[in-house]
């Protein structure tokens, strides 16, 4: 009950496309929705975050949008680009697992010139 | 702001040898401090949590005896891998959360990688 699932696990886009990465949890008691993007040999930097109450959040070219009732989350990226080439982890926490996180698997975008 | 940094960012020493990872958060302090290790193409998992100046608390399956996790300011952790085996060379990450904001949030820091020849 305390994962994440996250898909798809790779991701191949051309510049300028929207790669779009889907999670999905269990545990209701969750109530922040976090993303981060990690660079090979580089610890992980917040990308965007959503809480429950919201259906969607934008922040520049990244997009979270969040179905409470499928217990489903995901993140869009506009107008993509090779230096958006990174791992993608989706992750949630709260309720009885308090400042725990839990991280997805990942996901492996790969945007071509 | 909130930076975390991490020494070192490379680490190599021999199989039954200790090593120690410092975590520092930079511009705020960390009443919260995570360790998680990555291994390659795979997800974080989280090791233990450590708030200032109490026990840290391990996750199912983590030898506490073998990672040392101290917590002693509200600014630092380290976490000491004790006789180090092959088996344990990873990518350790730390993570602190701050005092005041968003209480979920954490920072990360940068990482350090750990080979056990």
């Known amino acids: 009950q305390q994962q994440v699932k996250q898909s798809p696990q790779s991701l191949i886009v051309q510049k300028g496309g929207i790669p779009i990465i889907n999670c999905a949890y269990e545990n209701t008691a ?84 | 702001g909130a930076v975390v940094s991490q020494h070192p960012s490379r ?12 975590c520092r958060s930079l511009d705020f302090q960390a009443t919260t401090m995570f360790w998680y290790r990555q ?14 100046g109490s026990k840290a608390t391990y996750e199912q399956g983590v030898e506490k005896d073998k990672f040392l996790i101290n917590h002693a300011s509200l600014t630092l952790s380290t976490l000491t891998v004790t006789s180090a085996h092959p088996e344990d060379s990873s990518f350790y990450i730390c993570s602190a959360r701050g005092r005041g904001g968003s209480y979920n949030e954490q920072f990360f820091g940068p990482g350090t990688r750990l080979t056990v020849l």
């Open chain 2, 39 to 52: 291994f390659p193409k795979q997800s974080l998992m989280l090791m233990a949590t450590s708030n200032e």
């Open chain 1, 30 to 113: 969750f109530d922040y929705f976090p993303w981060y993007q990690q660079f090979p040999g580089k610890g992980p930097a917040l990308l965007i975050a959503i809480r429950p109450d919201v259906s969607e959040k934008k922040e520049g070219r990244f997009t979270i949008s969040f179905n409470k009732s499928a217990k489903q989350f995901s993140l869009h990226i506009m107008d993509s680009q090779p230096g958006d080439s990174a791992t993608y982890f989706c992750a949630a926490s709260g309720g009885t697992g308090g400042f725990k996180t839990i991280f997805g698997a990942g996901t492996r975008l790969f945007v071509k010139a």
């Open chain 2, 11 to 22: 680490v190599i020493c021999k199989s039954g040898t200790s090593v120690k990872i410092e």
